[in-house]
Each structure stands twice: as C-alpha cells, then as structure tokens.
T-cell receptor, first 114, second 115 residues
Framework: AQSVSQHNHHVILSEAASLELGCNYS??????LFWYVQYPGQHLQLLLK??????LVKGIKGFEAEFIKSKFSFNLRKPSVQWSDTAEYFC????????????FGKGTMLLVSP | GAVVSQHPSRVICKSGTSVKIECRSL??????MFWYRQFPKKSLMLMAT?????????EQGVEKDKFLINHASLTLSTLTVTSAHPEDSSFYIC???????????FGPGTRLTVT
C-alpha cells in the first residue's frame, strides 16, 4: 500500500518569503500526485496535479510542484507567499490503478504573517 | 464547475440515535464517491469508497454496519451513522470523482457532535 509523508507539520513565514513544502511517497509503480489546500473554514480544493509529462507542474495562485521520480518526491513551491496563502496543505497520491482512491499526507499548516 | 455539496453542515445528536449525511455532486456525474473522516491535526482518513449502484468498499477498521453508505444515483451518496456514540464525533467529508478522471472534488464537510 502506498503512503505519503509531509515533513513539516507547521510552517510560519512572513509575506514575500519563498515556500517549499516537502512531500514524499512510497509506491513503486505509476502514480498520480496532487496537492490540495484547505483554507480556514473552507473545503479542500485542488491546487495542482501531476499525471504524466513535464514533471514541473503549475497550479492555481502561483503554486508549482516538481515531481522527482528518483526521490519519490513532489514538493510544493511558491516564490513569494501572501497572507491569503494561510491554509493547510495536503499532498495526496493515487496509485494510478484506474481507481481514484487517494492516500493523503498528514498535512502542513502554513501561517503567513503580514 | 465540479461542485460537491454536503448536508447538513453541522449536526448534533444524542447518543444512540442515527444521523444521515448527504453528499451531492451538483454539476457532474460521479461514478465514485468517497467518505473521509478528518481528525483534529490529522490527515483525512478514508472510510469507504462507493460506486453507483453497488455496495461500498470499506477500509480496514471501519465498521460497515455502523457507517451505512448508499450511492443510489450518479449525483448522490449518503452516509448514515447508526447508533452514534460520542467517539463518532468528528468531521466527515465526502468527495466525488467524475466518470472521466482520477480527480476528486471535495464537499465542505459535516461536523457531527454526539452528546
């Protein structure tokens, strides 16, 4: 069974700082990778996804993530965070088996101070 | 597009009673719907996967007789927590996957409190 680990449980940044959230997964086969965001009081929303092709994927709100197969990683980045990026971020993996079952990491709470 | 709703958003019930939570895909057809439980400061825990017209597949450790799932149409799935106890208090989230893809679209969640 696949598993997903997110290394940072809490991250605190000042506005305009750069962000990188780590995500590693364990699964030897083909994977689909996702980052979801949950803003305070709101539901989970898809930030970006990787299925195949260019390993550097761009999502909404200036976020991007890079799939590095050799490292089993899919880190999320943003060059300059804003206060409105304060949220919880979840990395998720689908084993690409044809079913859409996702395995989630435990989430990283990002707090951006103005 | 790809909106999923849940009803109710909050519910308080007495121990021993049953509670039904609805999950609807509003603008797409969902062959598969998922039910999660989210614990404070923990990740989403997948409870079960339901496919329209067939029995749900429950994850290990989830009691299927306690958490009844019905997926009667391509836009509606229901989760019924039977004989609820205080330890069932949690945030329950559903998601729906369109027939065409791997993505899941999440509902806003239902906060269940059992007194």
């Amino acid at each position: 069974a696949q598993s997903v680990s997110q290394h940072n449980h809490h991250v605190i940044l000042s506005e305009a700082a750069s962000l990188e959230l780590g995500c590693n997964y364990s699964y030897g086969g083909t994977v689909n990778l996702f980052w979801y965001v949950q803003y305070p009081g709101q539901h989970l929303q898809l930030l970006l996804k990787y299925f195949s092709g260019d390993p550097l994927v761009k999502g909404i709100k200036g976020f991007e993530a890079e799939f590095i197969k050799s490292k089993f990683s899919f880190n999320l980045r943003k060059p300059s965070v804003q206060w409105s990026d304060t949220a919880e971020y979840f990395c998720a993996v689908n084993a690409g088996s044809g079913y859409s079952t996702l395995t989630f990491g435990k989430g990283t709470m990002l707090l951006v101070s103005p | 597009g790809a909106v999923v709703s849940q009803h109710p958003s909050r519910v308080i019930c007495k121990s021993g009673t049953s509670v039904k939570i609805e999950c609807r895909s509003l603008d797409f057809q969902a062959t598969t719907m998922f039910w999660y439980r989210q614990f404070p400061k923990k990740s989403l825990m997948l409870m079960a996967t339901s496919n329209e017209g067939s029995k749900a597949t429950y994850e290990q450790g989830v009691e299927k007789d306690k958490f009844l799932i019905n997926h009667a149409s391509l836009t509606l799935s229901t989760l019924t927590v039977t004989s609820a106890h205080p330890e069932d208090s949690s945030f329950y989230i559903c998601s729906a996957s369109p027939t065409s893809g791997y993505e899941q679209y999440f509902g806003p969640g239902t906060r269940l409190t059992v007194t």
